[in-house]
Structure formats: C-alpha cells, structure tokens
C-alpha cells in the first residue's frame, strides 16, 4: 500500500473513532471537570503510547532533542480537548461534530501562514461548501438563527477549540525531525500530561472519583485508547504523508459517524433539514479527497 493510501485509510479510521468522543463525551461532560477528565485520559494513552514506542522500535536519543517542540504542540492539543468537553456540557453531539468539520478551512489558512501550502480554487470551493454545510447544522437549519447569528455557549466555546486544533496539524509537520508517528506522538502525548495534570490538579484532586457514574469511566478509557492513543497515531501518520488540508478534510465525515453512534447508543436521528447539512459535508470530503 502506498503512503498515500495508507494516510487516507488512516484518517477514515481516525473520523470514526474520533466521532465516538462525541457521542459518549456529552454522556459525561456534566459529570466531571474536562481537565481531570483529560488529565486522567491523557496518562493513560502516554502509558499505552510509551509501552508501544519502547517495545516495538527503537527511541533514538535524538527524538528528545528541543523538548520544546512537544511542549507547544501539547499546549494546543490539550486546548481542544478541554474546550471540547466544555462545550460538550451544552452542545448537542453533531451540532459539536459540525463545529469540528469548520477546522478544515483554518487548517487550510494556518498551512498557508506555515507550510506555504496554497489551496486550489476546487479545494477552495470544497471548504466553502462544507463550511456552508457545518453552519446549517450548527445553526440547527433555522434561518431565522443564522440570520441573527445565535451560536450556542457550547459551540461558541468548542470553536475556540478547533482553532487550536487547525493550528497543531500542519504544525506537526513542521516540527517533526524525521521521529516515527508512535515516538512523536508519545512526546506529545507526556507533555500533555503534565500540562494537564498541573492546570487541572485542583479538579483533580476535588472529584470524588469513587462516586462517578460508571459513563465517565467509559468515556475516559474509549477517549484514552481509542480517541487519544490511536487518533494521535493515525494523525501524526497521515500529517507526515498528505497534505494538511487532505488531512483535515476527514473531519467532515465526522458528523455523520456521530449520528450512527448516537442510533447505536439508543438516540433519535437529526431532523431532515438537518440531514441535508450533512450532505454538504460530504460533498465537500468528496471534493478535497479529488486529485487535481
């Protein structure tokens, strides 16, 4: 398999499992603060993520070099999931998962400010499109809402997060030095937990952990193996092979897979109007997808 096919399998794995955070994360979010939450889920996935870097290649001296970079990419992951799971309190799940399909086109802007990676005009008009798409389900297919732009606390607050988000992608690809997906994302992942674990150390220690309904731990071990350790992966893997704005253009199944977990886990589909949002997004993952 080619490393491009293999950055695009990649990243059709990442959106599901992605999706599925969603879904159990507003299950979860008015259960417990999203930085001990995150904290907890973080060690877990630098465990699991380490264990795997140690066991199955070899660390070179040289991945630990400029522990700064690590740093930085950390602050602004850590930033999206916290905000993340604070807008969850309030938002709904694919009215979330909308809001995370906008972080192609930042994606795209912050690859131009770092990369020099230029859009052309059909990728262009795909992130328009799917940008149009995430707006109608955000705004719940109410025209009256959009025309008075009536964003939600949560999806307001989530937005924030996925600026972030846009940022930490395509910077990734400019700091690595050449260090494999499993050890650049182990880095990343122990500078998170610290970050983590010294901004949200008084959550940490005020949650009466014993006390928690059993969802906030399902939650926090699906987010720590499968929406850290194995996204972390899947994603330094496909930054490393596409193009960031290919990469991000994922994002816009995202929405779609909510709907199927949210079916499983015994909730009603959207509205029609709704649905057709969605459309728009996957239009606009059809077209990114394209080659030129």
Same mark, same amino acid.
């Given at each position: 398999?080619?490393?491009?096919?293999?950055?695009?399998?990649?990243?059709?794995?990442?959106?599901?499992?992605?999706?599925?955070? +969603?879904?159990?994360?507003?299950?979860?979010?008015? &259960?417990?603060?999203?930085?001990?939450?995150?904290?907890? !889920?973080?060690?877990?996935?630098?465990?699991?993520?380490?264990?795997?870097?140690?066991?199955?290649?070899?660390?070179? $001296?040289?991945?630990?070099? =400029?522990?700064? !970079?690590?740093?930085?990419?950390?602050?602004?992951?850590?930033?999206?999931?916290?905000?993340?799971? *604070?807008?969850?309190?309030?938002?709904?799940?694919?009215? =979330?998962? =909308?809001?995370?399909?906008?972080?192609?086109?930042?994606?795209?802007?912050?690859? /131009?400010?770092?990369?020099?990676?230029?859009?052309?005009?059909?990728?262009?008009?795909?992130?328009?499109?799917?940008?149009?798409?995430?707006?109608?389900?955000?705004? !719940?297919?109410?025209?009256?809402?959009?025309?008075? +732009? *009536?964003?939600? $606390?949560? &999806?307001?607050?989530?937005?924030?997060?996925?600026?972030?988000?846009?940022?930490?992608?395509?910077?990734? $690809?400019?700091?690595? $030095?050449? *260090?494999?997906?499993?050890?650049?994302?182990?880095?990343?992942?122990?500078?998170?937990?610290?970050?983590?674990?010294?901004?949200?150390?008084?959550?940490?220690?005020?949650?009466?952990?014993?006390?928690?309904?059993?969802?906030?731990?399902?939650?926090?071990?699906?987010?720590?193996?499968?929406?850290?350790?194995?996204?972390?992966?899947?994603?330094?893997?496909?930054?490393?092979?596409?193009?960031?704005?290919?990469?991000?253009?994922?994002?816009?199944?995202?929405?779609?897979?909510?709907?199927? /977990? &949210?079916?499983?886990?015994?909730?009603?589909?959207?509205?029609?109007?709704?649905?057709?949002?969605?459309?728009?997004?996957?239009?606009?993952?059809?077209?990114?997808?394209? *080659? &030129?």
């Amino acid at each position: 398999m080619s490393g491009t096919r293999a950055g695009h399998l990649a990243m059709l794995l990442f959106s599901m499992l992605v999706a599925g955070s +969603f879904a159990l994360g507003a299950l979860a979010a008015n &259960e417990i603060a999203p930085s001990a939450l995150n904290a907890v !889920r973080f060690w877990i996935a630098t465990v699991i993520i380490g264990t795997a870097a140690f066991a199955t290649s070899k660390v070179p $001296r040289a991945a630990f070099d =400029a522990p700064w !970079r690590y740093v930085l990419l950390a602050v602004f992951f850590t930033t999206y999931f916290v905000l993340m799971f *604070e807008g969850l309190k309030t938002a709904p799940p694919v009215s =979330a998962a =909308a809001v995370f399909t906008l972080t192609p086109i930042l994606t795209a802007g912050v690859s /131009w400010l770092l990369l020099r990676q230029v859009l052309t005009p059909r990728m262009a008009l795909a992130l328009l499109i799917g940008a149009l798409g995430a707006l109608w389900v955000i705004f !719940r297919a109410d025209v009256s809402a959009i025309l008075r +732009f *009536e964003v939600g $606390r949560g &999806e307001y607050i989530y937005f924030w997060g996925c600026v972030a988000h846009a940022v930490y992608t395509p910077l990734v $690809r400019k700091l690595n $030095r050449g *260090e494999t997906a499993v050890v650049f994302s182990f880095g990343v992942l122990l500078a998170g937990s610290l970050l983590l674990t010294l901004w949200g150390w008084t959550d940490l220690i005020a949650t009466d952990w014993a006390a928690l309904p059993i969802i906030v731990w399902i939650t926090i071990l699906y987010t720590a193996v499968f929406a850290s350790a194995a996204t972390f992966v899947l994603l330094q893997f496909a930054a490393l092979r596409l193009p960031s704005s290919k990469v991000m253009a994922y994002t816009y199944l995202t929405p779609s897979w909510v709907i199927l /977990w &949210e079916l499983a886990l015994g909730g009603t589909p959207p509205p029609a109007l709704v649905l057709a949002g969605l459309m728009l997004t996957i239009i606009a993952l059809v077209l990114l997808l394209r *080659e &030129e």
